[in-house]
């Protein structure tokens, strides 16, 4: 993955969306107007391909001037639900975007109504009594023409008032539709007499009782782009073949052009993005809610750590592609690591400790040391940190027999402690069954940080804690929620790949400035990674999640 590396250059080049909308304005189309909309169905949380869709939408909008309308697709009654209107709101504004208009396409039900009648009176729309089994074999085959229904030619006059009648709720649900007259043999499946209306005796999140029937999304869609007078409709490749009927509905209506454009739907490794699937996971407990810190959710992402600032570069670095495709989680992790680098707060946090004992460290003293929080950040500020006669070194920084280039903590061997002294570690002590319990070490006097004068240069610095003063914290480490690359290939179903093992959970030894962070403040635990403070903490049990590791150590792993 060479790009990776690669910074943005200045002079990026035009992706097609962009290339068109220049070619518009250009032509003088909408007056030099730009409106875009971001339409999601509130029927579960946004996950990091809609953030790729908001992306897009606000970013084309901002960059030529224009705006985009928020617009919740909720013409489908049962799935619905204000929970996730509120929180595809609360997603959209993190993300750093603000809409010109919130809109609700049931807010356009009297006029798709309207609309519906007059299609009817141009004889263009019929109310059909197949049932949906009859209207399968009038579809036909893509190679076959399909063959019209018997109630295709009823009159105007019959058809509007059945129409009525079946807004009036003197019908059963499935004995009746609405369907455009367009063409049966039409090579495009969707244009053969689509079903525009269906009745459904369900109670809508905002429209209440008021309908008992309610129209198709392709009845939906276009018109409400054309009502809002959207001048750019963007939407994902499996909508190309909508857009025949998208302009055909427009067309015989006589509303504002609209005009649907396509690209390719994000997909990542070792994850699902589908809502429906997502949901699945929520509900049967696969994960502990939408924001699970493992969910490709945008709530999930934040509460894993991730900031606004790296999921839009992400969204920026893998552009606009006409061609679906799968992206490498890693480039997501690539992206929040190089951003958490330069903002994030430094600490230290002994993840599985070894006990060192500073053999000539007067007992009882605790001496101050001094660190930056962020060598990145030259106003970062510096911290205290408080030394003593023992502390926590990590585990797998120390070795009995240590090879060549080893330059931690082994007999005979020194070492900076990060902020502090050198040591030097002078004896180990094992217990019964052979696991080292304890180093002796003693520490160089004038080699404190800051004012070395002990000439002496060592290769490694390690971070360390004072064990009197160590802070507890639970960790939750976590790793792929599933275990296949490509879930859209992957044999079975989808949650026979779930990661048994994609939670962790440790406890830590942290330095005590770490009692002062604040629910989703983030750092970067010297030579660990990046960790954020969840909301499951209290003021005496801090949690938290790890964002990422420091370096991408996928490929290693996955290569064993
Ligand atoms: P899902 O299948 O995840 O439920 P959806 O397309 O049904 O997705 P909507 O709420 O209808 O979800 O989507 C709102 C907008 O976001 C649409 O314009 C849709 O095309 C876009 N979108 C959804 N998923 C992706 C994705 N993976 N990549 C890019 N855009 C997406
Ligand atoms: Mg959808």
Redesign the pocket.
């Known amino acids: 993955m060479s790009e990776i590396s690669k910074e943005p250059t200045e002079e990026k080049s035009l992706n097609f969306i962009e290339q068109i909308i220049e070619e518009d304005l250009r032509n003088g189309k909408h007056g030099g107007r730009v409106l875009t909309r971001?339409?999601?169905?509130p029927?579960?949380y946004l996950?990091i391909?809609?953030a790729?869709?908001i992306c897009l939408n606000f970013g084309v909008a901002q960059k030529y001037g224009g705006g985009t309308n928020l617009r919740f697709?909720d013409t489908n009654p049962v799935t619905e639900d204000t929970e996730y209107v509120d929180s595809i709101k609360n997603d959209v504004q993190w993300l750093g975007f603000q809409w010109v208009n919130e809109f609700y396409a049931s807010d356009y039900f009297d006029s798709l109504y309207e609309y519906a009648l007059l299609l009817i009176r141009k004889g263009l729309a019929y109310v059909d009594e197949s049932t949906s089994e009859q209207m399968a074999t009038q579809k036909g085959t893509p190679t076959e023409a399909g063959t019209n229904s018997p109630y295709r030619d009823r009159t105007p006059e019959e058809n509007e008032a059945l129409f009525v009648r079946m807004k009036n709720g003197e019908f059963a649900e499935g004995t009746r539709t609405l369907r455009a007259k367009i063409d049966m043999a039409a090579s495009n499946m969707i244009m053969r007499d689509p079903v525009i209306y269906r009745i459904k005796f369900a109670h809508h999140h905002r429209t209440g009782d008021k309908w008992c029937i309610y129209p198709m999304y392709d009845f939906a869609h276009g018109q409400s782009d054309s009502i809002e007078k959207i001048t750019h409709s963007?939407?994902?490749l499996e909508?190309i073949p909508h857009r025949d009927l998208y302009d055909w509905c427009i067309e015989k209506l006589e509303i504002f052009p609209s005009k649907q454009y396509e690209?390719a739907?994000?997909?990542l490794t070792y994850t699902v993005?589908?809502?429906?699937k997502?949901l699945q996971l929520v509900n049967e407990q696969h994960v502990t809610g939408w924001d699970d810190p493992r969910m490709p959710t945008i709530s999930g992402l934040r509460r894993r750590g991730y900031t606004p600032e790296s999921i839009r570069e992400f969204c920026d670095r893998i552009g606009v592609a006409r061609r679906d495709n799968l992206i490498d989680v890693s480039l997501l992790e690539f992206c929040i690591r190089e951003h958490l680098n330069k903002v994030a707060e430094r600490r230290m946090v002994v993840l599985d400790p070894l006990k060192v004992i500073i053999t000539n460290f007067p007992e009882g003293q605790v001496e101050i040391c001094h660190s930056e929080n962020n060598p990145e950040d030259p106003n970062g500020g510096i911290r205290d940190i408080p030394f003593g006669r023992e502390i926590y070194v990590e585990r797998d920084d120390f070795m009995e027999v240590a090879p060549k280039k080893y330059f931690r903590l082994a007999p005979g061997q020194m070492v900076r402690l990060k902020s502090a002294y050198i040591i030097k570690c002078d004896d180990f002590v094992k217990d019964e069954a052979g696991n080292v319990t304890e180093l002796h070490c003693s520490y160089i006097e004038n080699s404190k940080s800051g004012s070395d004068t002990s000439g002496i240069n060592v290769k490694g610095t390690l971070h360390w804690v004072s064990v009197n003063e160590a802070l507890p914290i639970e960790i939750r480490e976590y790793d792929r929620l599933f275990t296949v690359e490509d879930l859209s290939t992957a044999e079975g179903d989808f949650k026979d790949h779930i990661n048994p093992n994609s939670l962790q959970v440790i406890t830590g030894y942290a330095e005590p400035a770490l009692k002062e962070a604040a629910i989703g403040d983030k750092f970067q635990f010297m030579r660990k990674g990046y960790f954020c403070l969840d909301p499951d903490s209290t003021a005496d049990h801090l949690v938290f999640n790890r964002t990422v590791g420091l370096k991408d150590t996928w490929g290693k792993v996955a290569a064993k």
């Open positions: 971001f339409p999601p169905e029927n579960g996950h391909g809609h790729k869709s697709d963007i939407c994902t909508f690209f739907r994000l997909n993005m589908s809502k429906r997502l």
